[in-house]
């Protein structure tokens, strides 16, 4: 909950809609159904993604060659986590590119990247 709240807190500069995204993550009915299960699904993969996207949502803006490494790495271990989900995040990623007009073209490069050093990192 707490990487919940630092994303919106980062996107949205804004702790009230940041507290709001976090309650609505923490009273989500599938949340509470399978806190007493132990699965990869619901302690690593969310985890793993949470991270993923707090650091995309940080670095978006600037980024490197240690970031692009750092984030292919945790999108493989995102994929290593379950090999299902992730893909999704990632399309998700270039959704938000396209919504960012100015620099679409930077953030489907962004992703294009990300996605690919965590594909071949997995492999």
């Not at 270039?94 to 490069?109: N, V």
Request: hydrophobic content about 50%; charged content about 10%; some cysteine.
């Amino acid at each position: 909950a707490g990487l919940i709240y630092r994303t919106c807190r980062w996107v949205f500069k804004d702790p009230d809609i940041a507290a709001v995204g976090t309650g609505l993550f923490l009273v989500n009915p599938i949340l509470a159904q399978y806190t007493l299960i132990l699965d990869i699904d619901n302690t690593v993969l969310m985890l793993l993604v949470a991270l993923f996207l707090y650091q995309t949502v940080r670095f978006w803006e600037a980024m490197s060659f240690r970031r692009y490494i750092v984030l292919g790495l945790l999108f493989a271990l995102t994929l290593w986590a379950k090999l299902t989900t992730p893909p999704f995040v990632l399309f998700s990623l270039a959704l938000f590119s396209l919504s960012s007009r100015p620099g679409w073209k930077t953030g489907l490069r962004h992703t294009a990247i990300i996605g690919s050093l965590g594909t071949t990192g997995n492999g």
